[in-house]
């Protein structure tokens, strides 16, 4: 089973750690997001160890269409499938459902929809979310829950969140007898139940309550970012965060930019997720200590100087961004590959000097200093 200590706590902002089968990990952290059990730009199992990952984030869903839960398991799990030793955390497949999904039935069982790939009708409920994560068998599995649009009508949103936690009870259940029987891939798969209740605040507070009467090895805050103002969001975690298990790990599901992270770790979050770095990476647009650039800017065409002075990820300290600026312009793909290794590298670096910044006392400076200064565009 997993452990989670609180190692130091600045304020809320916590420092701790959280022990695996697949290994430990270290407090505030951002998981690297291979949706399809793949980093998109080229990055492979060993790039994620160069850049620091001790987290990789798979999703149910997209494996669940392609290449097929069955298969992985026959493959012996994800772990071994995509030769990764570390954690894997696999969303439910909840979001995908309710954001591609055009037409669906959602009903007490679960939810019927269409396939995104090609149109084939599933069913998807507390049940089979555990079957088929239990198949990939990842280090960490997400219940399965109703991902409501913001804002939602309350009358709709009450429903919903009670919906959510009588889903946990079951996501609990079934994972249990999984993790009993002989032959599953990863008996000690461990299992985080997920907040809801929208934008209402009575509403996330009762939902909270009830899901933490149900034993899990972590709690996640979700149905945030997701087109509501960062304001609403921060406010939504101060509600909810007092009433979050202090032993248990907390992480806030499609979290985000780096200025996102520093100011929910500051409310106490200790884990987050987001497509952002690789995403923004794969379009030219970069983070750095001094702010964000977009490599394709035409003042870049000439400059020697690598994405970020201080930066050691692998293409920093081997190419300029004149010459990442004319990969992308021609159209190759070491270009986005590039991109994409300093982005990620740059956010597992952003919680490591939070991680510092915490195990020394100085986590408030830190967030002072770098709060809004990683939210600006550089100016050279």
């Known amino acids: 089973m997993a452990k989670y200590t609180l190692l ?22 951002f998981m690297n997001v291979g949706t399809c059990a793949a980093i998109r730009g080229g990055i492979s199992t060993e790039d994620l160890k160069e850049v620091k990952c001790q987290v990789e984030l798979s999703n149910t ?17 994800l772990h071994k499938f995509m030769k990764w030793d570390r954690p894997i955390l696999t969303d439910s497949g909840g979001f995908q459902v309710f954001s591609l ?10 939810v019927t929809f269409n396939s995104h790939f090609d149109g084939k009708r599933i069913f998807m409920g507390p049940e089979e979310s555990m ?21 939602a009508p309350y009358k709709y949103v009450k429903a919903s969140h009670e919906r959510t936690v009588r889903w946990l009870r079951r996501c609990r259940d079934e994972l249990d007898r999984l993790n009993s029987e002989e032959g599953t891939v990863n008996p000690d798969q461990l299992l985080f139940g997920i907040n809801q209740g929208g934008t209402y605040e009575d509403l996330r507070i009762a939902n909270m309550e009830a899901i933490k009467e149900i034993p899990c090895d972590g709690y996640a805050i979700g149905g945030l970012a997701v087109g509501e103002e960062a304001d609403v969001m921060y406010h939504i975690i101060d509600v909810v965060e007092p009433h979050m298990p202090k032993d248990k790990p907390r992480y806030l599901m499609g979290v985000g930019t780096p200025q996102n ?17 690789s995403r923004n990476a794969r379009h030219g647009n970069l983070f750095t200590w001094r702010g964000k650039i977009n490599v394709l800017n035409e003042k870049y065409m000439d400059d020697p100087r690598p994405i970020a002075e201080e930066c050691d990820c692998p293409a920093c ?11 992308f312009k021609a159209k190759e793909m070491l270009g986005m590959r590039l991109a994409v290794l300093h982005n990620l590298y740059f956010y597992n670096d952003l919680m490591q000097k939070i991680r510092d910044a915490l195990d020394e006392g100085r986590f408030e400076e830190f967030y002072h200093e770098y709060v809004d200064l990683l939210a600006t565009r550089r100016a050279d």
């Open 131 to 151: 079957r088929i994560q239990s198949h990939l068998g990842s280090t960490i599995a997400m219940a399965f829950d109703e991902c409501i649009e913001n804002p």
């Open 101 to 110: 999904a055009k037409l669906r039935k959602i009903t007490e069982e679960g």
């Open 317 to 327: 300290r081997h190419y300029s961004r004149s010459y990442i600026r004319h990969l």
């Open 261 to 277: 992270i520093i100011e929910a770790v500051y409310r106490g979050v200790d884990f987050f997720d987001c497509v952002m770095p």
């Open 8 to 29: 130091k706590q600045e304020g809320r902002a916590r420092r701790g750690r959280f022990e695996t089968v697949h290994g430990t990990v270290e407090t505030p952290v």
């Open 61 to 77: 869903y997209h494996l669940h269409i392609r290449p097929g839960d069955d298969l992985i398991y026959k493959m012996g799990g």
